[in-house]
């Protein structure tokens, strides 16, 4: 059983099959917040400053 983010599953899920086994998956953390747009995409100042 593959328990990993929502968003990271797809990729598990083909990486696992890739080395010979056949996974079950289970996702979590699936993204709740509604999409208000192209300037959600857009990094604020103070993310990039966060950033290495």
Do not use: C, K, N
């Not at 083909?14 to 996974?23: D, H, K, W």
């Not at 747009?37 to 100042?45: K, M, S």
């Amino acid at each position: 059983m593959v328990v990993t983010s929502a968003v990271h599953m797809r990729r598990s899920l083909r990486e696992f099959r890739r080395a010979g086994v056949e996974p079950i998956g289970a996702p979590v953390e699936y993204l709740g917040a509604p999409f208000g747009g192209l300037a959600d995409l857009v990094p604020t100042a103070s993310s990039i400053a966060r950033t290495q």
